[in-house]
């Protein structure tokens, strides 16, 4: 199940294991038939986990993606200052 997969991710960015974290929100996004919010949370932690690598413009795709519901408001400020690569 995806949220298995969500929270393994989100587990790996906390400790800083970003490259862990991304993979795991990958096979979170591969399996994911839940709702688009659902999947906004999946490509916002992603998010976060590019950025931290300093991978903006994955992150600014990833953010871009994340942008709905409760996630839309904070991702759509991570766009904007993440700019242009």
Same mark, same amino acid.
């Given at each position: 199940? /995806?949220?298995?997969?969500?929270?393994? +991710?989100? !587990?790996?960015?906390?400790?800083? %294991? *970003?490259?862990?974290? !991304? #993979? @795991? +929100? &990958?096979?979170?996004? %591969? !399996?994911?038939?839940? /709702?688009?919010?659902?999947?906004?949370? !999946?490509?916002?932690?992603?998010? %976060?986990?590019? @950025? /931290?690598?300093? &991978?903006? #413009?994955?992150?600014? #795709?990833? *953010?871009?993606?994340?942008?709905?519901? #409760?996630?839309?408001? /904070?991702? %759509?400020?991570?766009?904007?200052?993440?700019?242009?690569?």
């Amino acid at each position: 199940d /995806s949220d298995v997969y969500y929270y393994l +991710a989100e !587990i790996h960015k906390v400790k800083g %294991e *970003f490259q862990q974290a !991304i #993979s @795991m +929100a &990958d096979q979170a996004l %591969e !399996i994911h038939r839940g /709702s688009r919010t659902d999947k906004a949370k !999946i490509y916002y932690v992603k998010g %976060e986990a590019l @950025m /931290s690598m300093g &991978d903006n #413009s994955g992150a600014k #795709s990833a *953010f871009q993606n994340a942008a709905y519901g #409760s996630y839309k408001q /904070s991702a %759509e400020h991570y766009i904007e200052t993440l700019g242009t690569d």
